[in-house]
């Protein structure tokens, strides 16, 4: 039987692992990391800010050139990091970037107590981040049918992975439990009491709507409201592992604002070993054809024991 998490016992998560796998994280350097690489697996180091978020805005730059009328073109991506986003408008609108057989999909919303997703005044909403940072900002504008957000209601947003459209790349951010987009990891519960779903299970999931982790919970007050998880709904949407490897690529971006420096290690070791484990979910990407993890050199931190 797995170990208990440390965390919390109603749930899986990365405490859960041999704990060898975590010794084994935490010794990583940033040289050791980039060694990782392997085929179908990309560690990818940025020396600065500017470059790191400016490569993540020209992967969208590049998708959307792709795109022709007989060959419609999107990326995924995220709220979670931002930054590139604004970037993003700028180089559109700078190099005249033909937009009109683009497309875009958001990675997930938040769900309130009604049941519903959140509505655009919401002051967490997705969907509001995506269009004021970034889609508004487009002078020549971008055509409205060509955006897809996750709502309660997934049936829409499904069909727009089913309609001839391709995407080229998914964007992410990775979370402190270790997802991304709201892929967490399941309640310990059930079948599910003694053993996490396997890995094959899991990747049968496609856009649904989730119940959040604890930790995912705590993370986005952290982020995003000052600390105050009382404003963070406990329910979002989600892109699932389904869409996801209909992705041609899966580019994880990672600054060091979200997830910690064990994190950062811990799923990059997993995914280079073929390690995957749904109780840490972006593990799961081991058997992705092709992934990449960005990282900001200065963003990596330390494993070492610091007293504050």
């Keep these: 039987m797995r170990p208990q998490s440390k965390i919390s016992s109603s749930w899986w998560d990365y405490t859960t692992l041999d704990p060898a796998i975590i010794q084994d994280a935490a010794r990583l350097t940033g040289k050791d990391l980039e060694e990782l690489s392997r085929p179908g697996f990309r560690v990818v180091m940025y020396d600065t800010l500017e470059d790191f978020y400016l490569a993540e805005a020209l992967e969208y730059i590049d998708a959307w050139r792709q795109a022709t009328a007989d060959n419609p073109v999107g990326i995924c991506g995220p709220i979670g990091p931002t930054e590139q986003l604004p970037l993003v408008a700028r180089l559109v609108n700078e190099l005249g970037i033909n937009v009109s057989c683009g497309h875009f999909w958001g990675m997930d919303e938040w769900v309130g107590h009604d049941g519903k997703e959140v509505p655009l005044d919401h002051p967490l909403s997705f969907e509001k981040a995506d269009r004021k940072l970034c889609f508004n900002r487009i002078e020549a504008g971008f055509p409205e049918e060509n955006l897809h957000f996750p709502a309660a209601d997934t049936q829409p947003y499904i069909d727009s992975w089913n309609s001839g459209v391709r995407c080229a790349v998914m964007q992410g951010g990775q979370g402190d439990i270790k997802h991304w987009a709201f892929n967490d990891p399941l309640r ?63 580019s994880i971006w990672q600054a060091g604002t979200h997830d910690n420096p064990l994190g950062q290690r811990l799923t990059a070791l997993m995914i280079s070993k073929g390690l995957a484990d749904s109780a840490v979910p972006m593990s799961l990407l081991a058997d992705h054809s092709n992934v990449q993890f960005n990282y900001f050199r200065g963003g990596l931190g330390s494993c070492a024991v610091e007293m504050h």
């Design 188 to 250: 310990r519960e059930g079948r599910y009491l003694d053993e996490p779903p396997s890995p094959a299970e899991y990747r049968k999931l496609g856009t649904r709507m989730v119940e959040l982790h604890p930790i995912t919970l705590a993370q986005n007050a952290r982020t995003s409201g000052g600390g105050n998880i009382t404003m963070v709904p406990s329910q979002a949407v989600t892109v699932g592992p389904v869409e996801t490897w209909q992705a041609g690529k899966v």
